[in-house]
């Protein structure tokens, strides 16, 4: 089975920054694209960012695009969540998934839930106003 395995969850008030880190196991992170999700009770989950392992391309959700960051860094097999001026509404569980050795970022389907095989258990942000 594969594990991802996410931290850096906290809570911060508005205007603070957080960063996430996700481990990923060596063989799942190879030529996959790899993204963050979040989900809040009650709401459909939704796609943050996403990014293919090379580095390139990226992708941003409208609601975070300029705000938030992804990388990675090979070596460790592990990406990255740079959350910077957090909103009350970012306040989520956020996922780390990928989709798996081999399998590219598209640019019309990243952010579709379904295309990630391999999800982590969570790591929860919340910000207060």
């Known amino acids: 089975q594969v594990q991802l395995v996410e931290s850096g969850g906290g809570s911060v008030q508005a205007g603070r920054s957080l960063v996430l880190s996700c481990v990923v196991d060596?063989?799942?992170?190879?030529?996959?694209?790899m993204a963050w999700f979040r989900h809040v009770q009650g709401k459909e989950r939704e796609a943050v960012a996403a990014?293919?392992?090379?580095?390139?391309?990226?992708y941003y959700s409208d609601s975070v695009k300029g705000r938030f960051t992804i990388s990675l860094d090979g070596a460790k097999s592990t990406i990255y969540l740079h959350m910077n001026n957090l909103k009350p509404e970012d306040s989520a569980m956020y996922y780390c998934?990928?989709?798996?050795?081999?399998?590219?970022?598209?640019?019309?389907?990243?952010?579709?839930?379904?295309?990630?095989?391999?999800w982590g258990q969570g790591t929860r942000v919340t910000v207060s106003s």
């Open positions: 998934a990928a989709r798996g050795p081999g399998e590219w970022c598209r640019p019309q389907t990243w952010h579709e839930g379904d295309m990630y095989r391999f």
């Open positions: 990014v293919y392992f090379a580095g390139i391309p990226k």
């Open positions: 060596r063989d799942t992170y190879s030529n996959s694209c």
